[in-house]
Each structure stands twice: as structure tokens, then as C-alpha cells.
């Protein structure tokens, strides 16, 4: 069974255009994150949550935004995507060792 | 500031042993992690050292040393499905965060 489920798994909008990623999980974990990730790049850390606290990263841009209304559900929020914000959103739980993350499978955007 | 350095690519032939080195520069050290990222998917969990010494998991195990600041993940038996990029990553300070490596692209070659 899936335990980190994202969708939609591909996602092409339009430059300035607004877009919702969604992310759940099946484990009722209460860190999330949300990660960019670009080609040959490794993960950039954009948010974590620990339960409904939320933590911005200082160098996360503006144009991104955040939301968990409850445990399972967390979903980020591109306000005007640019070219440059074309990349790999992964979302991640985290275990209690804080050392072991699952990430889900992630979601590819396309900005044209 | 708070680093991991690795090397950007390695090469090696299906059957053989590769080890992959990490270098880490941390204001607090809790641990080293490793993780496997196929092309277009997401990372998976590999291992983790809390302490010094050598963790065994099948075909791969990783090496801690805190003395030196330095990691390794040792794959034996390569198959050309591990061809695959690989990072190591560490909690920034102790908070709930990674901090990743720049990532090996490791091809495994006929």
C-alpha cells in the first residue's frame, strides 16, 4: 500500500498561471515536507510541518505557499509559476529518527 | 556552514564493488544517511550510521567515521539496476531536517 500518495503526478501550466500540488499519506506521520528538485540536483528542503506547525525555509520564494488542514493532507501552492520553477515536487514524511524520510513518488511540473 | 560533498559521477562494471565517499562539514552531528534515487523517481531509503563502524544490508553497506568527518556506501555484486543516482545526507542540527549531498550518479556498465 502506497504510503505517501501525490498527485497529479504530471502537471503542466502556463507561465503566471496558479497550481495546487496535493500530497496525503496513509500513516498519520506528523512531519511533513515538501522538497524541489531539479535535474541532477539534490533535493531543495521548500517547507516541513510538524503537525499543523509550519516552517518556511529563509531562501523558499515568496510565490510558494503551503497549506496542511489535517494530518493526512498537505498541498503546496505555486502562485505564479516562471520558467524556472519547472523541477520535481517531492513530498516526504518523516519517521522519529528524523534520519529515514519517505518520499512519494512525486509530482513533475512543466511550466511552458 | 553545513555541507556534504560527494563525488558527481562514478562508473563501474556489473559484478564489481564501488564505493561512494561522502565528506561532511556539520554544526552537530547525529548521523549519516544514504539514499537511492533511480531516474524520474524518488528517493528511497538506503541506510543509516548513528555510530562509527560498518551497517551491512545485503549487497550494500555504509561506513561512518566521526573522527574523520567522512561516509561511505560500499555496493557490491553491481546489477545495472543500481545504476541510479546516490546521497548521503545528515540532520541539520537536531531538527527535523536533511541536509543532502550534492548527489553520485553512479553507471553500471555491461
Known amino acids: 500500500d502506497a504510503m505517501v500518495i501525490q498527485n497529479p503526478r504530471y502537471q503542466v501550466t502556463q507561465f503566471g498561471k496558479p497550481v495546487t ?8 506521520h506528523n512531519v511533513m515536507y515538501w522538497y524541489q528538485q531539479k535535474s541532477s540536483q539534490a533535493p531543495k528542503l ?3 510541518y510538524y503537525d499543523k506547525d509550519f516552517n518556511n525555509e529563509a531562501d523558499t520564494p515568496d510565490n510558494f505557499q ?13 502562485r505564479s509559476p516562471g520558467l524556472g520553477d519547472a523541477a520535481m515536487y517531492l513530498c516526504a514524511l518523516g519517521t522519529q529518527t528524523y534520519n529515514e524520510q519517505f518520499f512519494g513518488p ?5 511550466v511552458l | 556552514g553545513q555541507s556534504l560533498e560527494q563525488p558527481s559521477e562514478v562508473t563501474a562494471v ?6 561512494i565517499n561522502c565528506t561532511y562539514q556539520t554544526s552537530g552531528f547525529y548521523g549519516l544517511s544514504w539514499y537511492q534515487q533511480h531516474d524520474g523517481g524518488a528517493p528511497t ?3 543509516y550510521n548513528a555510530l562509527d563502524g560498518l551497517e551491512e544490508t545485503g549487497r550494500f553497506s555504509s561506513f561512518l567515521s566521526r573522527s574523520d568527518s567522512y561516509g561511505y556506501l560500499l555496493l557490491q555484486e553491481l546489477q545495472m539496476k543500481d545504476s541510479a543516482s546516490y546521497f548521503c545526507a545528515a540532520p541539520m542540527d537536531s531538527s527535523y531536517k536533511l541536509i543532502f549531498g550534492s548527489g553520485t550518479r553512479l553507471l553500471v556498465r555491461p
Open chain 1, 21 to 28: 500540488l496535493s500530497c496525503s499519506q496513509t500513516l498519520n
Open chain 1, 66 to 78: 503551503s497549506r496542511r488542514p489535517n494530518t493526512s493532507f498537505c498541498f503546496l501552492d505555486i
Open chain 2, 14 to 19: 556489473e559484478g564489481a564493488i564501488v564505493q
Open chain 2, 45 to 47: 531509503f538506503l541506510s
Open chain 1, 106 to 110: 512525486g509530482t513533475r511540473l512543466t
Open chain 1, 46 to 48: 521548500l517547507f516541513h
